[in-house]
């Protein structure tokens, strides 16, 4: 990001608190990201002004963090949105904090901080409850989380604008996919509204959010990750229905994604867009064609990225597209080869940002998460081959982040409240998903306890999730129902395995090059029921239609 501030800004690390301590003063951390209108907004004004960062320079240690790049540092200062504007003791604890500050709101926060720091000192600062909270509420997994997840759905639905809550809205892809085997007409009057409201016609690929219940206000800033689910969210709904309308936002948003936001460089997916000074999006067609392009972070994240691959395999194994397929590939290829090493995700290829002081990177949760997702779903539609890595990503996980029955988001290692753990919520239930998966694709029990482990480990409090983490009910049921497991001997391509990859519903798993199985046969099985073998694509769905009755 271009600071046009005043603000002598540190680095994120252990000789800024040191430096807070020795001059017993606190620190002011800026938490911005470079897709963020009102950070850069905040940087033109409120820090722009010369008396405040004066201020925030004599009485302050100030150190800018980019969300992206320091994801433990995001999830354990966010105050709800970016910029998070936080007031820290050299301990790392908290003392206040607050979002987006105008000139005159900076001014009254940084008095008050002032006098509390004179007052009380460190004694003022307080550890957030989900770092003090080490336990998460453990209980038992039955049918009733996926009913209680369907309830919330159905009471937070707007009847009026579709999509679920009142406001903001986000585009909520779990959520949509789990409506989708469960109220399909919910469902796709949401998917519907999603792409209505936040698609940007011109250029493809979906706005982050909208800031009003009726879908205005929309926040045009565009993100690899929620796009990347997003393509798998709708391509699942073209699967369903088998209506183009559910197909074109996916691929309009895969064009996207393979020209404005990747970067050839790399040979992977950049991050972000954001608006831009001039924000493009708001212009009609005819002024857009000549303003200038939004600005893009380049930068390579493994986990977007993993995200990315997912749904461009997911696209490809309903609509055989070349394009997603071939962009998928190069993408997976850099996140093996550049980003993956002995089951350990690096976080970016700029190699500078969470990492050991070794310089070795560190295993972070819901990296390991995506990536094993993203391999899973390349080995059931390109490569089985891929599973090797599958098998390292997923034990390096276990070993490194496991902690009694779920598991920590990182190594305990860092300055700030870098050194407590934190067990998120959606993280584990990422990875508890994406070993549900692998314990199909491999046959490995293990994975599928460790799975039932890490769910169970929340499942106290699953009668108050929210809608966003609708991926934990779909996950338990999954789980308890057993997945449709439709095996195929034949390597993937050929007639039956791209049959089998398009039957039934998005929750099923399919096992390509199965050794159990000849070469021109596939078969279907949930729980103890096994089909009989299938040699031709409309026997493979009679079969599998036999075991869904």
Request: proline share 5%; aromatic share 8%.
């Amino acid at each position: 990001m271009n600071d046009p501030t005043r603000v002598e800004w540190r680095e994120w690390g252990q000789e800024a608190f040191d430096e807070a301590a020795e001059a017993d003063m606190p620190v002011l951390l800026s938490l911005t990201a470079t897709w963020c209108d009102h950070c850069h907004e905040m940087d033109r004004t409120t820090y722009a002004e010369p008396r405040i960062a004066a201020n925030i320079n004599d009485s302050f240690v100030p150190v800018r963090v980019d969300a992206d790049r320091h994801p433990r540092v995001r999830d354990r200062y966010n105050m709800g949105g970016f910029p998070s504007t936080v007031f820290l003791a050299p301990d790392g604890s908290v003392l206040t904090g607050a979002g987006y500050l105008g000139t005159d709101g900076m001014r009254q926060v940084l008095d008050s901080v002032r006098t509390m720091w004179d007052t009380k000192g460190s004694g003022a600062g307080r550890i957030p409850r989900p770092l003090r909270e080490d336990s998460p509420p453990a209980g038992e997994l039955t049918a009733d989380v996926e009913a209680a997840m369907l309830g919330q759905l159905t009471e937070t639905y707007d009847e009026v604008a579709g999509g679920w809550g009142d406001s903001p809205k986000f585009p909520l892809p779990d959520a949509l996919e789990f409506a989708l085997k469960r109220d399909r007409e919910m469902a796709l009057r949401s998917f519907d509204a999603v792409s209505a409201n936040l698609l940007d016609e011109y250029d493809g690929g979906f706005y982050r959010f909208a800031s009003e219940s009726n879908w205005s206000g929309l926040h045009h800033e565009k993100l690899l990750d929620s796009n990347g689910a997003l393509v798998r969210a709708f391509a699942n709904a073209y699967l369903h229905t088998g209506n183009d309308v559910y197909r074109e936002p996916a691929d309009r948003t895969i064009e996207y994604l393979t020209t404005t936001l990747w970067n050839d460089d790399a040979d992977a997916f950049g991050n972000s867009q954001a608006p831009g000074e001039d924000n493009a999006h708001t212009l009609d067609a005819t002024d857009r064609a000549s303003a200038a392009e939004p600005p893009v972070d380049t930068g390579v994240f493994a986990g977007p990225n993993a995200l990315a691959i997912e749904g461009l395999c997911t696209y490809y194994a309903y609509t055989d597209d070349e394009r997603a397929r071939r962009y998928a590939e190069r993408a997976l290829e850099t996140l093996r080869e550049d980003l993956l090493t002995d089951g350990i995700v690096a976080h970016t290829l700029e190699g500078s940002t969470e990492r050991e002081q070794n310089g070795e990177p560190i295993p972070l949760l819901l990296n390991q998460a995506r990536t094993l997702a993203a391999l899973t779903t390349a080995a059931s539609t390109l490569e089985p081959a891929v599973l090797a890595d599958a098998t390292a990503v997923a034990d390096a996980t276990i070993e490194q982040l496991h902690d009694e029955d779920s598991f920590f988001d990182g190594p305990a290692i860092g300055a700030g409240l870098l050194d407590r753990p934190l067990r998120p919520l959606d993280a584990n239930v990422a990875i508890a998903d994406a070993l549900l998966e692998l314990s199909v694709l491999t046959e490995t029990q293990r994975y599928r306890d460790l799975a039932r482990e890490t769910l169970e480990a929340f499942a106290g409090a699953s009668d108050r999730f929210g809608v966003q983490i609708a991926g934990y009910a779909t996950t338990v049921s999954r789980l308890l129902e057993g997945p449709l497991v439709i095996t195929v001997g034949d390597e993937p391509g050929t007639d039956l395995h791209r049959a089998a990859l398009r039957l039934a519903d998005h929750e099923k798993v399919v096992v390509p090059a199965a050794d159990s199985l000849e070469a021109g046969t596939a078969r279907a099985e949930r729980g103890e029921f096994v089909s009989d073998r299938a040699e031709t694509p409309a026997e493979l769905s009679n079969r599998v239609q036999s075991i869904l009755e």
